[in-house]
């Protein structure tokens, strides 16, 4: 089951970002997917916010990962740059540790990620909207994405 929505400014982007901020627990996976300038950093920046991230969020395009601490930490990856996908990175570390982590690019490793994650498509519609389809995998996903959706 996927859950598709349109968002007509960066307020509405931010506020679902924080709405699903406000679900996910230690442990949890955002994998992000979609076009340059399409909003994944926009998106991350306002879920790092919602889970009481407070330094400022930008993406770690040339570092591959960041390092943020709010009620839990939060791990923001750029993988973008990441050209052997079976590279050892330790990503499992991070996505089977105790905070929460959020992968822009996330097929670029695909066969590193865990089954269970919720995977969000950013589409570009004009300066303002994206429309977003988020793609639960795992039953924990399915109800976070029935929540926030209802």
């Avoid at 924080?18 to 920046?45: N, P, Q, R, V, W």
């Avoid at 919602?50 to 839990?72: C, D, E, H, W």
């Avoid at 590279?87 to 570390?93: I, N, P, R, T, V």
């Amino acid at each position: 089951m996927n859950f598709e929505i349109s968002c007509k400014s960066e307020i509405e982007t931010a506020e679902l970002a924080t709405k699903l901020g406000s679900k996910l627990a230690s442990g949890d996976l955002i994998c992000l997917e979609g076009d340059l300038g399409a909003g994944k950093t926009t998106f991350t920046k306002s879920l790092a916010k919602a889970i009481g991230v407070t330094r400022t969020v930008n993406s770690p395009t040339f570092t591959i990962m960041k390092q943020y601490q709010g009620n839990l930490p939060f791990y923001h990856f750029d993988v973008y740059r990441i050209e052997n996908e079976d590279e050892d990175f330790g990503f499992e570390e991070y996505f089977y540790g105790g905070g929460i982590s959020v992968v822009e690019w996330s097929h670029l490793i695909a066969s590193q990620l865990p089954e269970e994650r919720l995977d969000i498509f950013i589409y570009y519609v004009n300066e303002n909207e994206r429309r977003m389809k988020f793609v639960p995998l795992g039953d924990r996903y399915l109800k976070i994405c029935s929540e926030l959706f209802e």
